[in-house]
Nanobody, 115 residues
Framework: QVQLVESGGGLVQAGGSLRLSCAASGSVFSMRTMAWYRQAPGKQRELVAFITRGGMTNYVDSVKGRFTISRDNAKYTMYLQMNSLKPEDTAVYYC?????????WGQGTQVTVSS
């Protein structure tokens, strides 16, 4: 059984920073691509960034230059460093992982950016 647990969300003023973490546990030996998604109120869930097992990354245009995704394969943990936060970054952030051909999701962590 696989479990993904996010942490690090909170309330921050515009221009501030937060670092999200996603810790995977269980049968995660074959974990491949990991990703961060977010869902703002009234909007569809969107892909924010992903990172392959080998470290290749990609970002949605709205966060390029401000967010950095990374992972520690030895610890089965993924991170999202978010700088220069904007009110429009307010959302519930979810981590996701591909493991043994299946997709797994965390429960989400709230990020609120005040203006």
């Amino acid at each position: 059984q696989v479990q993904l647990v996010e942490s690090g969300g909170g309330l921050v003023q515009a221009g501030g920073s937060l670092r999200l973490s996603c810790a995977a546990s269980g049968s995660v030996f074959s974990m491949r691509t990991m990703a961060w998604y977010r869902q703002a109120p009234g909007k569809q869930r969107e892909l924010v960034a992903f990172i392959t097992r080998g470290g290749m990354t990609n970002y949605v245009d709205s966060v390029k230059g401000r967010f950095t995704i990374s992972r520690d394969n030895a610890k089965y943990t993924m991170y999202l460093q978010m700088n220069s936060l904007k009110p429009e970054d307010t959302a519930v952030y979810y981590c996701a992982a591909q493991i043994a051909g299946s997709d797994y999701w965390g429960q989400g962590t709230q990020v609120t950016v005040s203006s």
